[in-house]
């Protein structure tokens, strides 16, 4: 069985500071996906990244970077001067690999994320 | 490039109803996925359509359905609906060998009152 975890439920920052978001996750795959969503108050999810359990580069996208470490089982996420703009809740979810069909997504429970101006 | 649209929007319905939710994917998608997310909690895995077919299904009681189209559209129906099913679902798409890259609609609210 797979599963997610987000430990942090709420974080609350003042603009420009940086925020980091857990996420552990558990599987018995030994190739696996793991991702993170947006979910503004508008309720669509917004696809972030995905990286390959084979693959434990970092990542740098803008003010965005992912931390993952399968020696943890950890993929974490920072916000780099964090904006009004990112507040939302963020998902971390993990599927597996199935060739003959898609995969389904096993998420965590969220972290909502309040930047104050 | 249309995204993945989803009608109704919101919709209220009575205990013991029946419930239908459409879903279009992606332009050049052909798998449709629907998940159902409770307020304050991640999104659950209900199913997956491919080729018309349920591929995968998460612990769903059979009340929960669906179908796929030929035009890869699809529908989520839910029979004698609960307090339990008010929820936003959500539908996903994604093609090819990128099928776990999914693509999320606006969603359905859905109120069982």
């Known amino acids: 069985a797979q599963k997610v975890t987000q430990a942090q439920t709420e974080i609350s920052v003042v603009e420009k500071e940086d925020v980091t978001l857990d996420c552990v996750y558990e599987?018995?795959?030994?190739?696996?996906?793991l991702f993170w969503y947006k979910q503004p108050p508008s309720g669509e999810l917004v696809f972030l990244i995905r990286r390959n359990s084979f693959d434990e580069q970092n990542e740098i996208s803008g003010r965005y970077s992912w931390n993952f470490q399968k020696s943890t089982s950890s993929f974490n996420f920072t916000i780099t001067a964090s904006q009004v703009v990112d507040s939302a809740v963020y998902f971390c979810?993990?599927?597996?690999?199935?060739?003959?069909?898609?995969?389904?997504?096993?998420f965590g429970g969220g972290t909502r994320v309040l930047v104050k101006p | 490039d249309a995204g993945v649209t989803q009608s109704p929007t919101h919709l209220i319905k009575t205990r013991g109803q029946q419930v239908t939710l459409r879903c279009s994917p992606k332009s050049g998608h052909d798998t449709v996925s629907w998940y159902q997310q409770a307020l304050g909690q991640g999104p659950q895995f209900i199913f997956q359509y491919y080729e018309e077919e349920e591929r995968q299904r998460g612990n769903f009681p059979d009340r929960f359905s669906g179908h796929q189209f030929p035009n890869y559209s699809s529908e989520l129906n839910v029979n004698a609906l609960l307090l339990g099913d008010s929820a936003l679902y959500l539908c996903?798409?994604?093609?090819?060998?990128?099928?776990?890259?999914?693509?999320f609609g606006p969603g359905t609210r859905l109120t069982v009152t």
């Open positions: 599987t018995r795959d030994t190739t696996y996906y």
């Open positions: 979810a993990l599927s597996g690999v199935i060739k003959a069909a898609g995969n389904k997504l096993t």
């Open positions: 996903a798409s994604s093609s090819g060998t990128g099928r776990n890259k999914q693509y």
